[in-house]
């Protein structure tokens, strides 16, 4: 942080300029800011992730908006979204291809186009529900190394039939991050997480270090809880933009009351107000408890 100087004419301005690098620095391990892709896609490397995917497609709910009627194909609607299903890839129970019956339909697994700078996938039986989400932080040194270390993990994953997203950066000059990638489990896939350094130790390329808000479970590998803070303006935040505004605000307090109270005092402060245990900043305040190895 010490080569780094933020200049701005009020605190109200400093802020963003001040999360981002916080969020650079503490959480993503970016060496300078040129380190920032102009493109969010590289079609190169998003083809070798498609490649190494190791499977091709997921499951997912759906509603029947307009049911199948001989070779035509249902509408059926995803997460708000309709879309054209073909009657094969529709499933559910007896008597369920009626308009407005709940199904499951088999989709495309790769979704490379979702989170920007990510290639995303869906595990083969689905996402995590609505549970709190478990993030998974790996980091991948290179690109070069991170087809290979995409298809492990995720065949890894697949071997213990869970669900589960997991996204993967998709521009070359991204890297090195501490959050190459990122593997999201649901409460069905928690009992998981003590084993996930086997599970993703010694993958292709794997880097050393961890964000610094996040708990490490082994060199390049690091967990956290999905923020929960329904204020205004922090409820879609990622996770290290949510911690490096939290740590933000506690900075500009501090320096707009002159160092009264403390710095540390205003960091607890910031972070119980974000909903975030000053004692685990990985953790929020309502997470659950989890059997990690010590």
Not at 22 to 37: C, F, I, K, W
Not at 158 to 173: F, G, M, N, Q, V
Not at 174 to 195: E, N
Request: aromatic letters at 4%; a neutral charge.
């Amino acid at each position: 942080m010490r080569d780094r100087t933020i200049t701005q004419e009020s605190a109200a301005a400093l802020r963003a300029p001040l999360i981002r690098t916080l969020y650079d620095v503490l959480h993503a391990g970016r060496r300078e800011d040129t380190s920032r892709s102009r493109s969010l896609r590289d079609a190169r490397l998003e083809a070798q992730f498609a490649d190494a995917t190791p499977h091709r497609t997921t499951i997912a709910q759906a509603r029947i908006v307009e049911a199948a009627n001989g070779p035509r194909e249902a509408i059926v609607e995803v997460s708000g979204v309709r879309v054209s299903a073909p009657a094969g890839t529709i499933g559910g129970p007896e008597g369920a291809s009626r308009a407005g019956a709940t199904v499951t339909v088999a989709l495309p697994a790769a979704r490379p186009a979702v989170s920007p700078g990510f290639f995303l996938a869906d595990g083969s039986l689905g996402r995590p529900g609505h549970s709190p989400l478990l993030r998974v932080y790996v980091n991948i040194a290179d690109p070069d190394n991170a087809p290979a270390a995409w298809h492990q993990a995720l065949s890894r994953l697949e071997e213990k039939r869970i669900r589960y997203r997991a996204k993967i950066l998709s521009t070359p000059r991204s890297y090195p991050r501490t959050d190459s990638m990122v593997i999201y489990l649901g409460a069905d896939a928690w009992h998981l997480a003590a084993d996930l350094p086997r599970m993703l130790g010694r993958l292709p390329g794997t880097g050393s270090a961890t964000s610094v808000f996040a708990r490490q479970l082994a060199p390049g590998i690091a967990m956290a809880w999905e923020p929960a803070d329904d204020r205004l303006g922090h409820t879609h935040l990622s996770y290290g933009q949510h911690r490096s505004a939290a740590l933000t605000d506690a900075l500009i307090r501090h320096a707009d009351t002159q160092g009264t109270p403390s710095l540390d005092a205003l960091v607890h402060e910031a972070l119980i107000e974000a909903g975030v245990d000053p004692l685990a900043p990985e953790r929020n305040t309502d997470s659950p408890e989890l059997e990690l190895a010590r």
